[in-house]
């Protein structure tokens, strides 16, 4: 492999890394990301969050349903934490983590899954 | 060693030939994420959600067909990949000012805007998006694609076979597009793609912008194929309404000679009553009108059939009667239904001896009204070439004031009873940033201690416009009883502004509801009060058969039948409605605006309140 393919590569690397938001300092895990809808619409997850010292505090996690606005949901002056949600995540909706300027430092979008189909 | 030295010359033509085709599925995957990126951008949600996906090549498709078109076209790469890129950008940037303003994603149905693109559409885009700016991404862009014409070699050899095979097949998917045949519906249905039909927004989540509108295109051309289902008639036909929830004011007797009442309906401007927010108590000062007429009981509450915009929906509800529900694949009524003749409230008043008129002061062929009006039956619709060129303006638009001298003026001139739609302009957004004329009056709507800066301005200046139409009502009012002629007046909200910030600052609406599901307030002055709009929850479609009531005109069979549905709400434990009415009316309503005839109820629908001209007489004048 010659240098400017190398280099085309680490590029590609590096954009594709800025998407799916690595590049920050700070990680909002959420479980589950994909729920059936056999029970309801709606379900519940576990947030967990965690952010490095250059972060100002307070962190806010925001909730949106799609297409809606965003609405704060859970504030805290916590590097790390973690908190259920009501039983109000619906396929589509994002959870935001927040830093104390207000910019959004991780997003995730839960989905939802068809209940697979039994019987004939 | 000579033939493995042969077989390694071989191997390596080979594999020089098979570089070009590998770049380019490369670079189609890259395509497709890139879209992709943009896609869940634009609905705001994680950037690679559903990547890899049924819904994530689906999606991809038409922007490959697209970018190997141009690549087949043009023979640069570049310039295929830098337009292709530039088209999603267009559309996904729409799409995030649409889902923003509007909360609901770019539609198939959109492209009938286009198609009657106007001086006025462009005048009420520029309020949303910066043409300077797409100006400039354009003039950049064009540089762009000539210089890859200058520095970017040829990707196809000349005379190459290769390049009109990729033309054929990008032709021919474009084509397939056009034509909808039935495979491309069994790529694009709606069980693979996940379809919601009553979420747009989730319908794109699973299948990609470009996903879902191919799906609409191939469903389009069923849009008014609805089927009629004569179940879903009969089990309406069988629900009994309550006999009388309000019961009907004793009158006299209706006289062929009686007098018959002039009917407004004005419909409002994105008006809602800002009290139903949670930060907001008390706006009698702002909107004393309103008040005054729910003092009065003649205040009710109307599902209107959009949020944040599409006024041409409500509008076509109450001109029709038809439900939108009835046609799910329809968002533009007046684009869609490209007919000579739609059945109408206006027809109905026509053959009661009504002259017709409709007023808007905006351009007549903004949302194609010149020809749906036409169709409708209006003896003459006065657009914003018929205002005087001295019209007040206030906001981005014509008066109100100005609406309502018209509107007065055409009563003072008639000769014979009169309806007027009234169709109001001035509460248009956005709200952002809204010119007001009365600065003074702007700075003293009070405002929620602690809200913030923007939804401040927000809130005065959609307040301020409001204000100024509650005062055009009071207005109206007056100068028709002031008339000593029998009249009805009604007056509603189109739907719900699309405030960015308002609603949050707000911390919501005291139902606990999102703005999308609100109801906006119904007025009805006037006519015989057998059925006042006090406390009663109904739907825009619902509108006609309350106005006829109202000014004792004989409802036609399918008005009877609206009548019918409005009772049921009715009913305790009405106030939503249930499937049995919704379809039962959708079917309804399909075999109503197809000119197919209805099935006759057994026994005639209460209709207190339509058989007395003379009520309205008496009651109209006296309110």
Redesign the interface.
């Known amino acids: 492999m010659n240098r400017l393919s190398l280099l085309r590569l680490v590029a590609l690397s590096g954009a594709l890394s800025v998407?799916?938001?690595c590049g920050h300092s700070a990680s909002l895990e959420v479980s589950p990301t994909h729920f059936l809808e056999c029970h309801g619409p709606n379900t519940v997850v576990h947030v967990k969050w965690r952010v490095s010292r250059r972060v100002k505090l307070p962190v806010t996690i925001y909730v949106?349903?799609?297409?809606?606005?965003?609405?704060p949901w859970y504030s805290s002056s916590e590097r790390v934490g973690e908190q259920d949600t009501g039983d109000w995540i619906a396929?589509?909706s994002?959870l935001m983590l927040r830093d104390g300027h207000g910019k959004t430092l991780v997003?995730?979008?839960v989905?939802s899954d068809?209940c697979p189909k039994t019987g004939g | 060693m000579v033939s493995i030295g042969k077989r390694l010359h071989l191997e390596g033509i080979a594999a020089g030939r098979l570089a070009k085709p590998m770049a380019l599925v490369l670079l189609c995957l890259l395509l497709s994420l890139v879209v992709w990126?943009m896609d869940r951008r634009s609905?705001?949600?994680?950037?690679?959600?559903?990547v890899i996906g049924y819904g994530f090549f689906v999606n991809a498709l038409p922007f490959v067909v697209v970018f190997l078109l141009l690549l087949a076209l043009s023979n640069r790469l570049s310039s295929g990949l830098l337009l292709t890129l530039f088209l999603a950008a267009a559309l996904y940037g729409a799409n995030y000012l649409k889902?923003k303003y509007l909360?609901?994603?770019v539609a198939f149905s959109d492209v009938f805007v286009l198609r009657e693109f106007h001086l006025s559409t462009l005048h009420l885009l520029d309020n949303y998006a910066h043409p300077f700016w797409l100006l400039t991404a354009i003039v950049l862009l064009l540089l762009m694609v000539l210089a890859t014409f200058r520095y970017d070699p040829g990707f196809f050899r000349r005379r190459s076979l290769a390049r009109w095979g990729v033309l054929g097949v990008s032709l021919l998917a474009c084509a397939c597009v056009v034509a909808s045949p039935a495979w491309l519906g069994d790529v694009y249905s709606s069980r693979r793609l996940?379809v919601v039909p009553w979420?747009p927004?989730?319908t794109m989540?699973h299948a990609g912008l470009a996903g879902a509108i191919l799906y609409s295109d191939v469903e389009y051309a069923n849009a008014l194929r609805e089927p009629v289902s004569p179940e879903a008639i009969d089990a309406f036909m069988k629900l009994k309404p309550p006999a009388t929830v309000t019961p009907p004011t004793v009158l006299p007797a209706a006289s062929p000679a009686a007098v018959k009442p002039d009917v407004v309906i004005v419909q409002s401007e994105s008006f809602f009553d800002p009290e139903i927010l949670k930060d907001i108590d008390d706006n009698a000062s702002l909107l004393p009108t309103l008040h005054k007429a729910r003092a009065q009981g003649l205040v009710g509450a109307m599902k209107a059939p959009t949020f944040g915009g599409g006024t041409l929906r409500t509008e076509f509800e109450v001109l029709t009667g038809v439900p939108m529900l009835a046609y799910p694949e329809i968002s533009f009524p007046y684009l869609q239904i490209n007919r000579k003749h739609i059945p109408s409230l206006v027809q109905v008043m026509h053959q009661d001896g009504y002259a017709a008129y409709a007023v808007h002061p905006n351009d007549g062929n903004f949302w194609d009204r010149n020809k749906a009006f036409k169709a409708m039956g209006f003896d003459r619709f006065f657009s914003k070439k018929d205002f005087p060129a001295s019209a007040r303006h206030d906001g981005w638009y014509i008066a109100d004031s100005s609406l309502t001298d018209m509107v007065e003026g055409l009563l003072s001139k008639a000769t014979r009873p009169t309806f007027i739609m009234a169709i109001s302009i001035e509460g248009h957004g956005p709200y952002e940033h809204v010119p007001v004329d009365d600065k003074a009056a702007w700075g003293r709507i009070p405002v929620p201690a602690g809200w913030p800066p923007k939804a401040v301005k927000e809130y005065r200046n959609y307040v301020y416009h409001i204000s100024d139409a509650d005062h055009e009502l009071g207005r109206l009012w007056d100068f028709l009883k002031a008339r000593n002629r029998p009249f009805v007046l009604v007056f509603y909200g189109d739907h719900l502004p699309g405030l960015?910030y308002v609603?949050?600052a707000a911390h919501g609406f005291d139902n606990g509801r999102?703005a999308n599901t609100q109801r906006v307030p119904w007025v009805l002055v006037g006519g015989n009060g057998a059925r006042p709009a006090q406390g009663r929850k109904i739907y825009s479609w619902m509108m006609g058969s309350e106005v006829l009531g109202a000014a004792g005109i004989k409802r036609p069979p399918y008005y009877t039948m609206l009548d019918r549905a409005d009772r049921l709400l009715d009913a305790p434990g009405g106030g939503r409605l249930d499937t049995t009415v919704q379809d039962g009316i959708d079917s309804l309503a399909r075999l109503y605006l197809n000119g197919r005839p209805l099935p006759k109820l057994s026994q005639p629908a209460a209709q207190p309140d339509t058989d007395v001209a003379a009520g309205a007489t008496a009651k109209g004048a006296a309110r």
């Open positions: 998407l799916s938001g949106s349903r799609l297409g809606h606005p965003p609405v396929d589509g994002s997003q995730r979008t989905t068809d | 990126v609905l705001s949600v994680q950037p690679l959600v559903g889902i909360l609901q994603p996940r979420s927004e989730r989540l960015q609603y949050e999102p």
